[in-house]
């Protein structure tokens, strides 16, 4: 099992952490020719959204990254990962893969000083200690996506086909449940 995580800018070292403690290889994503490299599955970590997006195209990574993810590549998105990953950004017109139809709003619960830690229940994982900073929220789905989980009644995760997107950081956590969820949706995939 190897897992790439896109390694351009934000918190990818956390989820890199995460994995080594499970025994998983990793590839940081940083050039064109990692994307060409094998690997079970994606992980866009939290970070500068817009900063990333931007990256994606100056380093000729975006078309081929999408391509994997249309195709059933398994692929997990926290906080700014999450807008990466949705169709509608509210009151923005740039988004970047747009693969799972939802609405995303950045920044939802306000700057720095908005940030917050709650345990809260997800769908197949269980109560988990969910940390938000500088956090989105998913504010529409459509029917076919599966909401993994809501706070004070806003999405903050969700899961369509190969892809989940989370509003919060699990890597920020010692908790690895959900990473072990991610890392088995990616052994059906191999398995294929």
Do not use: W
Request: hydrophobic share 40%.
């Amino acid at each position: 099992m190897k897992i790439g995580i896109l390694s351009v800018q934000g918190a990818f070292i956390e989820h890199k952490n995460i994995l080594k403690k499970l025994g998983v290889e990793c590839i940081e994503i940083r050039q064109k020719f990692h994307v060409n490299m094998d690997f079970d599955g994606l992980i866009l970590p939290g970070g500068e959204s817009t900063v990333m997006r931007k990256l994606l195209y100056d380093l000729d990574m975006f078309n081929d990254l999408k391509e994997k993810i249309l195709i059933g590549l398994p692929v997990m998105g926290t906080c700014a990962g999450a807008i990466l990953l949705s169709e509608k950004i509210e009151g923005e017109g740039n988004v970047c893969f747009g693969t799972i139809p939802m609405t995303i709003k950045r920044n939802a619960y306000g700057r720095q000083l908005g940030s917050f830690s709650i345990d809260h229940e997800i769908k197949n994982i269980g109560v988990f200690p969910m940390r938000f900073i500088r956090a989105p929220y998913i504010s529409h789905v459509t029917p076919r996506v599966e909401i993994l989980s809501k706070v004070d009644n806003k999405i903050v995760g969700v899961e369509y086909n190969n892809q989940i997107a989370l509003s919060f950081h699990p890597e920020l956590t010692e908790d690895d449940r959900i990473h072990k969820y991610f890392l088995d949706k990616c052994c059906k995939f191999k398995l294929k």
